[in-house]
């Protein structure tokens, strides 16, 4: 009996937490239902495309991390619980004597299980909540469910992970991906670097050929295992460009394509719809007033955690479910780690402060990072540097319109930034240098780095503009710079005739933050206890 009562405790206090909100102010069926038909518009003739669900991924014993669907699926559906499989047809199809365009299978409602893990969707929920008509148990995925993937011309997936988490969480998902290889006879070799190479070989020709097998043979020193590939060994080894053409013409064609989805995703999530824009308009708003507020608490001797706290208190405040990444929260040197995300400096004294977070509203991510002297006051050495990053920033948003490149936003800053360390004498003029180690912009959205393609900026757009300078302990300049690390990072929409920072509330320049953290702030009359 005590055996029986200590196996329930386990499973009562189990952290897998598979219970899904579908939020009324989130997206709706009807959204992306549309997101769908977009995605048909772009696959050719006869051809489907598959998209797993993530795996659920253990914390540690028996616990799981909280649940995270995958973004493409995500956004293609709304569905949120694992173990799923959706498949999109590009035209309508018959399926045991149904006519669909698109299926997916999900995991059977099971009382004992939703009573520790909350309540699931099973197939009448989706059709009912989600609107996707066809919606079938995963345990009739693949050729179970009447799907003949020979019909096809083309099965577009991406690259299929070896290395699934074995657990009972995850067994159906285990079953889906092995029956799917089965069925395309998916080779084991393939990833997405041999089907890069593939095509490298594929669209190369007598006067590129040279060029390819070079490229290849670069290729294969970082990944040996290539060179036992007869068709790469075959293309790379071979003695002449028409031999190379031999090899090319006598491949087969191959139907199961992982590379193609990945731009297909790119181009559809690439450009924000209105319903997107508002629900990243929310994120960024909640995580710009986290800011402000930080701002307002701040004080020598806090805590990086207890900065991070407040960041968060104020996410969970507004009912943001959860965070887009990890926060970054450094003082002084630690600032200088790019993705620090320890945060366990206790005492943070006269230093800069860089806090780098993003609350997720309705699964879109925010991304808005600001530096703050923790006294109140910028030094003369700290002023000087973020002034740079400032003007950095600035003239990378004054050129964000449609028709601007990436490259042009990040050379503007870089320009300024150069040529700043220069007359600050960090650095020689013209010398390369690690004090700006990354890029200025990426696309925002589902993902705090989204998918999208390096394009030409187009109306719709949602992306980060953030400069950055960090001058680590022991750098090669005057130590009077040593651990000051500033990055100044805005969410930016870009409209039909140039942009919106939508991350303007929370402030910016020297004077504006300097002003912020002179108001009181809400929490100071919050006194806990001491704890010995």
């Known amino acids: 009996m005590k055996k029986l009562i200590w196996t329930l405790f386990l499973l009562s206090v189990s952290a897998t937490v598979f219970a899904q909100s579908y939020f009324e102010d989130g997206l709706s069926a009807d959204w992306h239902k549309e997101r769908r038909a977009e995605l048909r518009k772009l696959m050719p003739e006869n051809s489907l495309a598959v998209f797993f669900n993530n795996p659920v991924k253990n914390r540690n014993n028996d616990v799981d991390y909280i649940y995270h669907p995958d973004t493409d699926f995500f956004y293609l559906t709304g569905f949120r619980e694992p173990n799923a499989v959706l498949v999109v047809f590009s035209e309508m199809r018959e399926v045991n004597g149904e006519m669909v365009d698109e299926l997916i299978f999900v995991q059977n409602r099971d009382p004992r299980a939703e009573q520790w893990n909350g309540k699931r969707l099973g197939t009448e929920g989706v059709i009912e909540k989600l609107g996707i008509k066809g919606a079938l148990l995963n345990s009739e995925f693949a050729e179970k469910s009447g799907i003949k993937l020979a019909d096809f011309d083309k099965i577009f997936t991406f690259s299929l992970a070896e290395n699934i988490e074995e657990s009972s969480a995850n067994s159906s998902l285990i079953a889906m991906v092995n029956d799917f290889k089965t069925a395309t006879e998916y080779p084991d070799n393939l990833n997405e670097t041999t089907a890069q190479i593939y095509n490298m070989i594929k669209n190369s020709d007598l006067e590129t050929s040279e060029r390819v097998a070079q490229m290849i043979q670069r290729y294969s020193q970082q990944y040996p295992e290539m060179a036992d590939d007869p068709v790469v060994s075959s293309f790379m080894n071979a003695e002449s460009p028409e031999k190379r053409m031999v090899v090319k013409e006598e491949m087969s064609e191959q139907k199961l394509d992982i590379l193609s989805l990945e731009q297909m995703m790119n181009e559809l999530r ?36 207890e900065i991070q706290g ?18 970054i929260v450094g003082g002084g040197h630690n600032g200088c780690i790019l993705h620090y995300i320890e945060n366990d400096e206790r005492d943070l004294s006269d230093r800069l402060l860089l806090m780098d977070l993003g609350a997720e509203w309705r699964g879109y991510t925010a991304d808005v990072t ?19 990053v400032y003007q950095a920033q600035e003239a990378g948003i004054a050129i964000a319109k449609p028709g601007t490149t990436f490259q042009e936003i990040d050379a503007a800053g870089r320009k300024i930034i150069n040529e700043g360390l220069a007359k600050l004498g960090i650095i020689e003029s013209g010398e390369s240098h690690m004090y700006f180690p990354h890029g200025t912009s990426h696309h925002l959205g589902l993902d705090v780095h989204d998918r999208g393609n390096r394009e030409p900026l187009k109306e719709g757009m949602v992306f980060t503009i953030e400069p950055g300078i960090y001058i680590p302990e022991g750098s090669d300049c005057d130590p009077k710079w040593w651990g000051i690390a500033v990055r100044i990072e805005d969410d930016i929409l870009i409209t039909s005739t140039g942009n919106e920072n939508l991350s303007g509330d929370a402030p ?21 206890p001491e704890i010995d």
């Open 310 to 327: 407040v960041h968060e208190f104020i996410y969970k405040r507004y009912g943001a479910e959860e965070l887009g990444y990890p926060s």
């Open 270 to 305: 690439g450009i924000k719809t209105q319903e997107e824009i508002a629900l990243l308009r929310k994120a960024v708003k909640i995580s710009a007033i986290g800011q402000v507020e930080v701002m307002k608490a701040a004080k020598v001797g806090m805590s990086e955690r």
């Open 370 to 388: 600001r530096t703050i002297p923790i006294n109140g006051k910028f030094n003369e050495e700290e002023r000087a540097i973020y002034e740079l």
């Open 508 to 528: 910016r320049t020297v004077a504006a933050i300097e002003e912020m953290m002179t108001y009181p702030s809400v929490l100071e009359e919050w006194v806990l």
